[in-house]
Every structure is written in C-alpha cells, then in structure tokens.
C-alpha cells in the first residue's frame, strides 16, 4: 500500500523558513512524480513543486517560484520542500502527493492533481505578517 506522511509544518513569521517533509513506502512503481500541493481555507488546491524520479526534473508554481525548492533523498524515501521567505499567503494545509509515470516520461512532472493517485495527510503552514 502507497503511504505518504507530510511533517514539519507550523507557525512562522514572514520572511521566515520551513522545510517540509514526505516519507514515502509501498510504491510499487518504479517511476513516479510527487508533487506537493496546498489548499488555502476557502481556496482550491494549488499545485506548488513537482519532481520526477526518472530524470530529477522539476516544476514549480509561478506563486513560490525562487523561494522554494524540492528535493529527494532516496536512500531515506523522503521528498522535502523547502520553502523560504514565506509570505501569509503561503498559509494552507500541504500536503504530498504521487502518481507512476508512464515508461520514457522525461521532462516536467505532471501537475494537474487529480492525476495524482495517492495523497498523504495535510500539515498546516501559518505564516503570521
């Protein structure tokens, strides 16, 4: 069984650093993408970084663009985003989320998030003004 687990969120002023992260176990698939997405209250979700296992390319929103970075670390089966010079309206609940690729998938993950299968539980960034 797919289980993702989100961590690290929290409280933090403007300008200020978090580093989320997803553990991830039972993929039986080979070539995946995770993506983390964000809902704000009230909002749909928004797809904010996305990375391929099968050639490490990423994609990020145009919303954290320059602020925030993803990252795997697969001995640990962990994805991590970390985001930096947060804004109050980067506040939402993030969570972590994965599909398979198709064989030969190169190039920008795909970021449309009903294509992703599973999904972890939220954990709630505040960033206070």
């Known amino acids: 069984e797919v289980q993702l687990q989100a961590s690290g969120g929290g409280l933090v002023q403007a300008g200020g650093s978090l580093r989320l992260s997803c553990e991830k176990s039972?993929?039986?698939?080979?070539?995946?993408?995770i993506g983390w997405f964000r809902q704000a209250p009230g909002k749909e979700y928004e797809g904010v970084s996305f990375i391929s296992n099968i050639d490490g390319s990423t994609h990020y929103a145009d919303s954290i663009k320059g602020r925030f970075t993803t990252s795997t670390d697969n001995a640990k089966k962990m994805v991590y985003l970390q985001m930096n010079s947060l804004k109050p309206e980067d506040t939402a609940v993030y969570y972590c989320?994965?599909?398979?690729?198709?064989?030969?998938?190169?190039?920008?993950?795909?970021?449309?998030?009903?294509?992703?299968?599973?999904w972890g539980q939220g954990t709630l960034v505040t960033v206070s003004s």
């Open positions: 039972g993929f039986t698939f080979d070539e995946y993408a």
């Open positions: 989320a994965a599909r398979s690729l198709p064989y030969g998938h190169y190039g920008t993950p795909p970021t449309s998030s009903s294509t992703y299968d599973h």
